[in-house]
């Protein structure tokens, strides 16, 4: 029997499962050079397969990745949740924002709800987040959300790196979630503009 995917709502997103109409937006990423740290670009025929698996693995799992959407509008911003494919060592948290909403802070957002989810409902004790050594954006994304390098921990094909996320007991009521709080809601200002630091 299919489970029923949670959604969640932040501030400025709904988190839901994915659905065959986001597949459009899924595709224009996955063949584009958005998709170099994550295998691709892919083709056409791998790019269908990997959203397939998509949806499979909230089935499969019990978890995996929500569709990001922006709460007013509606409109698709890009994917974040769980994600254990076969190969991989340990459960990650992972994301990817689609490249015309990127730069608003959705990423952090939607993978700190993410992550409270995993955390706090499915009960998971650790998360890593594997990363490519050349993707800087992701790279500050993870130890913004207090994430870091972890060199004793097995890679998925040893090119990536792992950063360990803090525990549940880390995070609960630190100043490290209350700072990702804060900078959450400042993206939500229009009027604050970061400066220095990639937002996604």
Avoid: C
């Avoid at 509606?74 to 490249?99: C, H, R, T, V, Y």
């Avoid at 709800?113 to 050349?134: C, F, H, I, M, Q």
């Amino acid at each position: 029997m299919p489970i029923e995917i949670p959604v969640l709502e932040t501030k400025r997103l709904i988190l839901r499962g994915p659905e065959p109409e986001d597949y459009p937006n899924f595709k224009s990423t996955f063949t584009s050079y958005r998709a170099r740290f994550m295998g691709g670009p892919l083709n056409a025929y791998e790019t269908w397969m990997l959203y397939a698996a998509e949806i499979g693995h909230w089935q499969i799992r019990g978890y995996g990745m929500w569709m990001i959407h922006d709460k007013v509008t509606d409109k698709p911003l890009g994917m974040a949740g769980g994600w254990k494919p076969a190969k991989w060592p340990e459960p990650e948290l992972a994301w990817i924002i689609w490249p015309e909403t990127a730069g608003h802070g959705y990423a952090l957002e939607a993978t700190h709800a993410a992550r409270k989810y995993l955390y706090n409902t499915l009960g998971w004790e650790t998360a890593v987040s594997y990363v490519d050594p050349k993707n800087l954006d992701s790279i500050r994304l993870a130890e913004r959300l207090g994430a870091k390098r972890d060199d004793a921990a097995a890679t998925v094909d040893g090119n990536d790196f792992v950063y360990r996320h803090p525990t549940p007991e880390k995070l609960r009521n630190s100043q490290l979630a209350h700072g990702i709080e804060m900078e959450i809601a400042n993206y939500a200002d229009p009027l604050f503009k970061p400066k220095g630091m990639p937002i996604d």
